[in-house]
């Protein structure tokens, strides 16, 4: 179908619609073949849901297996001229990162009714327009369920070979390092390449309704001078967003219309818009890890973007059982995390019980749990009790 055609097609009554047969098997092969000719019609995986995050990050095609990252640190490369070129060993240097990637399977089965009734209720919103008929619209929903299952591991996902062997359909929370957990892994190293003394970490303490816009502008501004002058962007939970913003409020009054930022891009105050504030989804309950760093910073990897576009159905040898695959690969990496390019604060990951050492006063007022089974609750003693071991809710 042309696309003047689509346009001009008229829309198929609501009768049409919901006449259509919910019991009836699916045409594997009239589904292949509307997919082909309206494949123009589909968005790939990291420009659905995924994309409220990627958009802010640099994706880098054509990674089948792994690419080696890096940026000048630490020197200069420029000196004034004599007449001679001496080789300057002081110059600074490229630390090599590497950005790999790991393969992601999709994987759908169900019974061609409950498809069709989903469809039903959905194309009256306006994704059908005479042109984008129910195959195109199956395959566009399970690319979008596989956009959402992506965008909540972004940033919290931790590759698990071990899972490969012992688990034929392992959550993709396994399939690769997210970026929140390649930054946790090198905070929590041996030696860690992260802290507070080398300059990549700002210590922002417990952020409040109260003090978290002061404590993310201060972290901005313990940037080096290069970095306040580049565009930036702040990452942290989406609660996290909702905390700004209420400080954000209770502190700054707008006239509509002059000064509101209500409908633009939420910025962090005191940057002159030039770091922007970006959600993140699927951290852990009360994460308060915030990621500071530059769109071309935050890379990503896949192959094709005609991968993240595509599904296939297949005969499952029951005509009453749709079954439809798909696989990509993805990764994520920082190109450099020098402190003129990368912060994150001193926060974790993800939020824990921590067993509290030497511990002294009154555990119940301290907000202290014990053990119970598999499960931590509040504990009631007023007092330490020998043999004890009690946990601190850790942000």
């Not at 000196?79 to 630390?95: D, L, P």
């Not at 972004?154 to 359909?169: P, V």
């Not at 439809?324 to 690969?329: L, N, R, S, T």
């Amino acid at each position: 179908m042309t696309e003047n055609n689509r346009k001009n097609a008229v829309p198929a009554p609501l009768a049409t619609l919901t006449s259509m047969d919910l019991t009836a098997p699916i045409d594997i092969q009239g589904v292949i073949g509307a997919v082909k000719l309206h494949q123009d019609l589909l968005t790939a995986i990291d420009m659905l849901d995924a994309g409220e995050v990627l958009q802010h990050a640099y994706g880098i095609p054509g990674v089948t297996d792994s690419i080696t990252l890096g940026r000048v640190e630490n020197g200069a490369v420029s000196s004034m001229y004599n007449g001679v070129f001496i080789g300057r060993t002081e110059a600074g240097k490229i630390v090599p990162r590497t950005l790999k990637v790991y393969p992601v399977k999709i994987e759908e089965a169900d019974e061609p009714e409950r498809y069709r009734r989903t469809y039903i209720t959905e194309v009256r919103g306006g994704l059908y327009d005479g042109g984008h008929p129910f195959e195109v619209w199956l395959i566009d929903h399970v690319l979008r369920l596989a956009s959402q299952d992506l965008l909540n591991v972004l940033f919290t996902a931790e590759y698990d070979s071990n899972q490969i062997a012992t688990n034929a359909n392992a959550d993709i929370k396994y399939a690769f390092d997210g970026w929140g957990t390649i930054a946790w892994k090198e905070i929590t190293a041996n030696t860690p390449t992260i802290t507070t003394a080398i300059g990549n970490m700002f210590a922002t303490g417990v952020m409040t309704t109260q003090n978290i816009g002061d404590q993310l502008l201060a972290m901005w501004r313990s940037r080096p001078e290069t970095f306040s002058r580049k565009n930036s962007k702040l990452f942290m939970s989406a609660d996290l967003v909702d905390r700004y913003t209420d400080w954000y409020e209770a502190k700054y009054t707008f006239v509509a219309g002059i000064g509101d930022e209500e409908g633009h891009p939420l910025y962090l105050r005191g940057t002159g818009k030039k770091c922007e504030i970006v959600p993140v989804y699927g951290l852990g309950k009360d994460s308060q890890f915030v990621i500071l760093t530059t769109q071309q910073n935050m890379c990503y990897g896949f192959d094709k973007e005609s991968d993240m576009r595509t599904v296939l159905p297949f005969q499952s040898g029951n005509p009453y059982w749709f079954t439809m695959a798909g696989k990509y690969v993805f990764g994520t990496q920082f190109a450099s995390i020098h402190p003129s390019e990368f912060c994150v604060n001193d926060r974790r990951l993800t939020p824990d019980f921590i067993a509290v050492t030497s511990p002294s006063g009154n555990p119940k007022t301290q907000g202290w749990y014990v053990k119970s089974g598999s499960d931590y609750v509040a504990t009631t003693d007023t007092s330490v009790q020998q043999g004890t071991t009690y946990y601190a809710w850790t942000i």
